[in-house]
């Protein structure tokens, strides 16, 4: 088993920030070092430590760059990568004039696993280490995503759309062959290496009631399977779902009376939310996920992150690429912020990093194994550097507390601040 030393300074959460100054929900180590034994995290402490315990183990020294866990992005589309910047729309249009025209090229199985290998590659450029995935609706799509997931040995969450309405034909299962595709992807897939299946009705409005009846089949069937949609982001796709769902007491509805709810359901956007909706996801813990770059991008809304976090919610938070702009999750950050001012609302630098670390993962309930740097934990890592670029050298120069550093990084950082990215222990750059 290979055995490898990171040296560096350390930063890793335990525990969500009760606010900016809060200390105790994080661990800093100055001149840290974490061993690599496997894959796995087996040692964490100081340099001086860790290299006693394992005098042979090479060394990387990454001083002054700060270790933290990879970072986790809870809502992407793996076939939207060529759909990022697509000028002029809004969701629905912007739909069917940029994205199901992408999506439409995976049926080819080749065209799917060269993409897929372009896609890991953008997310480990930018210090994501898992992510949580719509592939389109063919399966040589998910075949493709889960097979190359494997091959980098990264942790991968993701499913296959169903959709059998609304769209083009060639993007148009039917309930049946949805439930065929989906229980056969599930059986390849989920818990194979790193892999997790989430079952993955597109949204209401491209599935039929029998659809998604199909969908809850499926999630009592598998009941360790995530599930991931799409609610409430715009107000135009809010008005046709209530016309297409006339007896639905609410868009949620629709989900909860298939019994697609529950704490490892994933709720994409969640904006314009009603009471009894915001009632039922706090009841069922599932989990919302704020998408900041794409709901500016495409004019949705403000996610009202305060507003659920104070009724007990559980928020992810995602890029949502291609509706999103930015595949980085300091970007990420950087919109999220401005968002929450719009709402009057904040986003302290701890509790954000937090957020694409350990929150993301305790929204998916895997923060025994990503998340963190505890020992024990996959060594799925990331290597910032603060100053990579003119502009953050400069800022770096009057930088004076760890929160302050985590500031720039979340307001400037990109992929150039992502010096390197590791994937079970093992160098991505
Ligand atoms: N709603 C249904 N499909 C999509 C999608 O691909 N992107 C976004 N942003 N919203 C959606
Ligand atoms: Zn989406």
Not at 93 to 119: G, I, N, V
Request: some cysteine; aromatic content about 8%; overall charge negative.
């Amino acid at each position: 088993m290979t055995t490898s030393l990171l040296r560096g300074r350390i930063l890793d959460f335990s525990g969500d920030p009760k606010g900016p100054d809060d200390t105790d929900c994080y661990s800093y180590i100055d001149d840290g070092a974490l061993l690599i034994t496997g894959g796995i995290i087996t040692a964490r402490g100081t340099f001086a430590e860790v290299s006693a315990q394992s005098p042979d183990a090479p060394v990387t020294d990454h001083r002054p760059h700060l270790l933290m866990a990879g970072f986790i992005d809870t809502h992407v589309h793996f076939p939207q990568i060529q759909v990022l910047a697509s000028w002029g729309e809004q969701l629905l249009d912007w739909l069917s004039d940029y994205t199901f025209p992408a999506e439409l090229k995976y049926a080819d199985a080749q065209h799917a696993r060269a993409m897929a290998r372009r896609f890991y590659d953008q997310l480990t450029d930018h210090g994501t280490t898992t992510a949580v995935a719509y592939c389109s609706v063919h399966a040589t799509s998910a075949e493709a995503f889960f097979a190359e997931a494997e091959a980098r040995n990264m942790c991968m969450i993701g499913g296959k759309v169903m959709m059998d309405r609304n769209a083009p034909e060639g993007l148009c299962d039917t309930p049946q062959s949805s439930y065929d595709d989906t229980k056969a992807l599930i059986e390849t897939w989920h818990g194979r290496a790193r892999g997790h299946y989430a079952i993955t009705p597109r949204f209401a409005i491209t599935s039929t009631p029998e659809q998604l009846e199909m969908a809850g089949a499926l999630m009592r069937e598998n009941p360790t399977c995530y599930m991931q949609t799409h609610l409430s982001e715009n107000h135009d796709e809010i008005a046709y779902t209530a016309s297409l769902y006339p007896d639905a007491r609410d868009y949620l509805d629709i989900y909860e009376s298939n019994g697609l709810l529950g704490p490892k359901a994933l709720l994409g956007h969640s904006i314009h939310l009603e009471e009894r909706e915001i009632d039922v996801i706090a009841a069922t813990n599932s989990k919302p996920v704020f998408c900041p770059t794409s709901n500016l991008f495409l004019g949705s809304g403000l996610f009202d992150e305060g507003g659920l976090r104070a009724r007990g919610i559980t928020n992810g938070i995602a890029s949502d690429i291609g509706g999103g702009t930015s595949y980085s999750m300091l970007q990420t950050l950087n919109e999220g912020y401005k968002v929450l001012q719009l709402r009057r609302q904040q986003m302290h630098p701890l509790r954000a990093f937090h957020w694409i670390t350990r929150g993301n993962a305790v929204a998916l309930g895997l923060e025994d194994k990503i998340g963190t740097l505890a020992v024990g934990s996959d060594a799925d890592i990331v290597v910032l550097n603060a100053g990579a670029t003119s502009a953050t050298a400069l800022r770096m120069e009057t930088v004076e507390t760890l929160s302050e550093e985590l500031f720039v990084l979340q307001i400037m950082g990109d992929d150039r601040a992502i010096a390197q990215t590791y994937v079970a222990g093992v160098a991505q750059k």
